[in-house]
């Protein structure tokens, strides 16, 4: 992602309107046709790897909440995100915000936001960039302590078209359900492989150099839409969301409930936690010389690219059994990947026998191991 896609921009409001129920049924389209309707992934809020229903801490940074949802902020205050189970009749989860410290006055490009980013060849098809661009329209469930004007947009992966959109919560902590339509951009640039497609993101305070109009594509960055309320300036205040669903078609329709195990496995795609906790088995493997351990797997799911290792090492956080006999060690890392197998190495401090096969698992209550591929 370019400096710019890592802030943020999205639609016009169409106002809160009735859901039309897909004639295909939960996961079809208007038209009967079923299909991966709703290109937005773990719309519902029901994976959580990283976290489970523990709150993260955004404080000048930017990090992975629930799957495939990111937060970000660079403000003079902080907020947390969790998984909860406060949600509108048909959901179990949302995400919710709650600011942690106050930024009262926000700086012309300070931000503080929550967004995902779309891969290319999920959108695609959109035909955006081209004369045959397709419109789409975003429908979710929002419920915050705060009401007025708030803002969100959609951005291209370059940071350099933008639609800003508006919608409007009339009553504190109550959900509310909003649909945003948006004309497809015929110009500008979208990725339709296995990069970014696209950023859908919601402002929750957003300076100036980053908010605009709502209502048409723009050639610039931006995250929210100009007048959209601060989020941030409130301390304690909470934001909730859910069923985000975003569709090709001028009319919002039933949400595309997929099974849990279907949205786990499009979510493992970015991210996948093999293990966490103690006792917790990795990977077979086997002694390479007298002072390394190699152990390989299988992915679940393709993952987008080759991923990186994400871990946590201490003393002895990780085991190795074999012949009987538990060789602890402390760290290890990829040697080999490709985005279906990985290949784990240690870095040193055990002593076996060359050849000798076991498996490797945790030994430590802290320990987790997962892989990422994120946009």
């Known amino acids: 992602m370019t400096q710019a896609a890592n802030l943020g921009a999205l ?3 169409a106002g809160t309107t009735g859901i039309l129920p897909a004639a295909g049924g939960g996961t079809g389209t208007a038209s009967g046709v079923t299909g991966f309707k709703n290109r937005i992934i773990n719309g519902a809020m029901v994976v959580s790897q990283r976290n489970g229903t523990s709150a993260v801490t955004l404080d000048g940074a930017s990090a992975y909440t629930l799957d495939r949802w990111q937060g970000y902020d660079n403000t003079d205050g902080s907020f947390t ?3 909860t189970t406060t949600a509108p009749t048909g959901f179990n989860n949302s995400l919710k915000v709650t600011v942690a410290t106050t930024d009262t006055s926000l700086g012309a490009t300070q931000f503080a936001f929550i967004r995902q980013f779309i891969e290319g060849y999920n959108i695609a098809d959109l035909g955006w960039g081209t004369a045959n ?7 979710f469930w929002v419920y915050s302590s705060l009401t007025g004007t708030f803002g969100g ?3 291209n992966d370059a940071g350099d078209r933008g639609y800003p959109f508006s919608y409007t919560i009339s009553a504190a902590n109550t959900w509310e359900q909003k649909t945003v339509t948006i004309a497809g951009d015929t110009t500008g640039t979208w990725g339709t492989t296995n990069g970014t497609g696209l950023a859908l993101i919601f402002g929750l305070g957003v300076g100036s150099s980053y908010s605009g109009t709502a209502g048409s594509w723009q050639a610039g960055f931006y995250v929210s839409a100009t007048g959209a309320t601060n989020v941030m300036a409130t301390n304690g205040a909470t934001w909730y969301i859910t069923g985000v669903q975003l569709e090709v078609g001028s009319t919002a329709t039933s949400f595309d409930y997929r099974p849990y195990g279907t949205e786990l496995a499009l979510c493992q795609r970015y991210y996948y936690l093999l293990a966490s906790g103690n006792s917790k088995q990795l990977a077979m493997g086997s002694y390479y010389g007298s002072s390394y351990i190699l152990g390989a797997f299988h992915f679940p799911v393709s993952m987008r690219i080759p991923p990186a290792l994400s871990y946590t090492n201490g003393t002895s956080y990780y085991i190795f059994y074999s012949s009987g006999s538990a060789d602890p060690f402390d760290s290890f890392y990829i040697t080999r ?6 290949q784990l190495e240690t870095t040193g401090s055990v002593s076996g026998t ?3 096969g076991g498996t490797i698992a945790t030994n430590n209550a802290s320990a987790f191991v997962a892989f990422t591929a994120e946009l």
């Open 133 to 139: 661009a397709k419109t789409v329209t975003v429908s």
């Open 81 to 83: 995100v969790a998984q």
């Open 354 to 356: 060359d050849g000798k």
């Open 11 to 13: 639609g016009t409001n």
């Open 337 to 342: 990947s490709t985005e279906t197998t990985t």
């Open 153 to 155: 947009s959609i951005i």
